[in-house]
Nanobody, 120 residues
Framework: QVQLVESGGGLVQAGGSLRLSCAAS????????MAWYRQTPGKQRELVAR???????NYADSVKGRFTISRDNAKNTVYLQMNSLKPEDTAVYYC??????????????WGQGTQVTVSS
């Protein structure tokens, strides 16, 4: 199976920065994409940023120009650099990867989430 370990969340003042990390491990043959979602109470989980295997990226309009997603293929790790943070960025951030396993199984795997709180 796949294990995702997230780190880097915390409390920051508005205008500040945080960097999230997510390391994937397990019986992984290949990773098709890595992405970050976020969720606040009572709302659906929403895509924040995604990076595909060729390196193309997608961002939610609300974070364009402020957040940057990157990955280290050798370490199966994805990062989310968050700058100019706003109180509305407060959420639980989840890492997800689309992977193919040695067993042939393919699917989306999720981390446990990390809390990001931005104070005004």
């Amino acid at each position: 199976q796949v294990q995702l370990v997230e780190s880097g969340g915390g409390l920051v003042q508005a205008g500040g920065s945080l960097r999230l990390s997510c390391a994937a491990s397990g019986s992984i043959i290949s990773i098709n994409y890595m992405a970050w979602y976020r969720q606040t109470p009572g709302k659906q989980r929403e895509l924040v940023a995604r990076i595909n295997s060729p390196g193309s990226t997608n961002y939610a309009d609300s974070v364009k120009g402020r957040f940057t997603i990157s990955r280290d293929n050798a370490k199966n790790t994805v990062y989310l650099q968050m700058n100019s943070l706003k109180p509305e960025d407060t959420a639980v951030y989840y890492c997800t990867v689309g992977a193919t396993l040695r067993s042939g199984q393919r699917g989306a795997y999720w981390g446990q989430g990390t809390q990001v709180t931005v104070s005004s």
